[in-house]
């Protein structure tokens, strides 16, 4: 959860003397990548890049294809070895890896390191993919990715004019959960938000900045109408009349009316070419029935 | 079996093991290296030999990533085995072990300030230490810690144990909120960083901290060799050790203070690896002897084969990822444990026999 005002643009730093002198396509063939970043995965696979990728990290599983590739461990957690004995031509990472150490046992072995900060905004996103296509000779699909992503928020950004004026629900993003009945609620400013007032939501946690714990209480006095569960929390529970019994979530709007809605954890983490489709579906839960244009 | 050897046997066996193990681990992981292999690199590292251009990457694994690992976790299992048979020898009480008397919960308190606290923040009261930060907070949390314990359980110049024991739950629970409370405050990458220390991890190896740690135990070891008899002495009892011209009081602070430099110096580099400490000395009192001057340099010997095999299995379950540390130690160690602990029963055999 970095936010850094000036994520506007791309920050690419190529760390260690290697990975400048590699040339950034033509004699990519051999290119060999180990990456622990899901969402440059993500990117990896959607400008057809993905046979290049021959390590990813534990947490890296969207597309569902991308768990056939060796993983290399939790990316807080890695350990240099198993990375190195895949025998990378770049390590590539968004800045949250660890620990440290990886850092300099990597470059020991002259193992270059890339790292791409795609921050939090949608031109960002759009940056670091862009960045890939050129970096991995993919130009012509990242291209078309672009177009297509572009094209859809155009879309999204023109849909965005029927909730004027409109009374908008004001929703809790409920997140993770490695307790029973420990929450995180997203709060302003991240991806997350962004998608919500796009699909003609409000964030009813109204604080600015990262992630804010739940307590039951809490979640009582949001009072929100519309509650989204990422996949985790929610499938813990199966179902949202099985959510709704959680002590609190039966106390508020979203509880009583049954609207309780499961969304992947990786569609309001970062942007990406899926963030149209993403919007989409939200602006389906919090709005049933969609006023007529 | 062991009962037949005499003690210069049982340590030239147990060194045996060692080497072999030893290779072992310098040979097994995500990259594999014959003995010949290793021998060369080894070689090319000393200047014996000309390096030649190829396979540069295999020679860099191993001598900057693979031997410092393998050094480090027989360091640590020493270390460990070591505080282990002196702790158990202070308070004469077989359950105690670093975890007990509040030395490891106080270093991964102060670990778990540099973490936090210490790092990109406006407090950043740890940038003249740097690198050393952690080792040196690490020590300074476990020293409290462990000197807290020992104040409140002295009185009139003597050591109550069911006291110091006491003492030591009690300032563990505090150590261990206190990192909680830091975990709950940091940020995600912070909070994972102690989560992951707390199981405890080889890969951050480097030549650095394995020297510091080695140093560290070598010093304390050796000095830690000179109180073998006088650890035998205070098995007596207080009163019986000071008639035999022994000062236990003085003893006990000599011996809290090597303990604690020896476990927060290596805490501070693997994280807290639990059991070893535990184990390793039952394990030589049961197999063959009680009796100090033999347990100090064999749980030294010993805690290293057992932490070398357990490293193994960490680089092997899941490659080329692995396993923190902790959880083997406690799966493959407990029930080892256990079946020697009801063997030992079953042929009514005496516990420090």
Redesign the interface.
């Known amino acids: 959860?970095r936010r850094s005002s000036s994520a506007l643009f791309l920050v690419a730093a190529a760390i260690g003397a290697t990975a400048c002198a590699r040339p950034g396509g033509g004699a990519g063939r051999t290119e060999r990548v180990v990456c622990v970043s899901k969402q440059i995965n993500e990117f990896m696979f959607a400008i057809g890049a993905q046979d290049l990728l021959v390590?990813r990290d534990?947490t890296s599983i969207y597309p569902p294809a991308i768990t056939k590739i060796?993983?290399?461990?939790?990316h807080?957690?890695?350990?240099?070895?198993?990375?190195?004995?895949?025998?990378p031509t770049v390590f590539l990472n968004d800045g949250?890896y660890?620990?440290?150490?990886?850092k300099?046992?990597l470059q020991?072995?002259?193992i270059p390191i890339l790292t791409l900060n795609p921050g939090t905004t949608l031109d960002g996103a759009e940056a670091l993919l862009d960045t890939l296509g050129t970096r991995f000779d993919r130009r012509a699909a990242a291209d078309s990715v672009l177009a297509a992503w572009k094209a859809g928020m155009d879309s999204i950004y023109r849909d965005t004019l029927q909730w004027a004026g409109k009374p908008r629900p004001r929703v809790l993003i409920m997140h993770f959960g490695q307790l029973v009945n420990d929450y995180l609620a997203l709060k302003r400013g991240g991806v997350a938000d962004h998608i919500l007032d796009w699909a003609g939501g409000v964030n009813a946690v109204d604080s600015v900045g990262g992630m804010m714990r739940l307590t039951p209480e809490l979640i009582a006095k949001i009072a929100p109408d519309v509650i989204i569960a990422t996949d985790v929390g929610f499938d813990r529970f199966g179902t949202a009349q099985k959510f709704a019994t959680m002590p609190g979530v039966s106390l508020t709007p979203a509880g009583r009316h049954g609207r309780i809605y499961r969304i992947e954890e990786t569609d309001v983490m970062y942007f990406g070419p899926r963030t149209p489709a993403a919007v989409r579906r939200m602006a389906g839960f919090l709005h049933p029935s969609p006023p007529a244009r | 079996m062991l009962k037949r050897l005499t003690f210069a046997q049982v340590y030239l066996l147990l060194a045996v093991l060692l080497a072999g193990a030893v290779v072992a681990s310098a040979g097994i992981g995500a990259f594999t290296f014959s003995p010949a292999e290793m021998l060369r690199y080894l070689g090319e590292a000393a200047g014996w030999m000309s390096a030649p251009a190829s396979d540069t990457l295999g020679r860099n694994v191993f001598l900057e990533l693979r031997l410092p690992r393998v050094v480090l976790a027989g360091v640590t299992g020493a270390v460990l085995g070591v505080s282990g048979t002196i702790m158990q020898g202070l308070f004469r009480n077989p359950i105690v072990e670093p975890g007990l008397a509040g030395t490891s919960a106080g270093a991964a308190f102060g670990a778990a300030l540099v973490f936090v606290l210490g790092e990109k923040t406006t407090l950043a009261f740890t940038a003249p230490l740097g690198a050393l930060a952690v080792p040196v907070l690490a020590f300074v949390g476990a020293f409290a810690a462990t000197m807290l314990v020992y104040r409140v359980s002295t009185s009139f110049g003597k050591v109550n144990v069911f006291t110091l024991l006491l003492a030591g739950i009690a300032v563990n629970a505090v150590c261990s909120a206190g990192t909680g409370f830091l975990s709950y405050i940091a940020r995600d990458p912070q909070a994972r960083n102690i989560t992951f220390w707390n199981l405890g991890t080889f890969t951050t190896a480097s030549w650095r901290g394995t020297v510091l740690v080695s140093v560290a135990f070598l010093l304390c070891f050796a000095w830690a060799l000179r109180h073998g008899k006088s650890l035998n002495a205070l098995m007596l009892g207080e009163d019986e050790a000071a008639a035999l011209g022994i000062d236990p009081a003085g003893l006990i602070l000599r011996l809290i203070i090597l303990n604690t430099i020896m476990v927060a110096v290596d805490t501070a580099m693997v994280g807290v690896i639990a059991f070893i400490g535990l184990v390793v000395p039952h394990m030589l009192r049961m197999m063959k002897s009680a009796d100090y001057t033999f347990l100090l340099p064999a749980s030294a010997l010993f805690g290293a084969l057992l932490m070398e095999c357990i490293d193994i299995v960490a680089r092997l379950v899941i490659s080329p990822a692995e396993l923190p540390i902790g959880i083997i130690t406690a799966v493959v160690g407990a029930p080892v444990f256990l079946y020697i602990l009801l063997r030992q029963q079953r042929s009514g055999g005496a516990f420090y026999g």
């Open positions: 959860m390590g534990l060796t993983s290399v461990g939790y807080r957690a890695l350990n240099a070895e198993g990375i190195i004995s895949l025998r949250n660890g620990p440290d150490e990886v300099t046992q020991k072995v002259g």
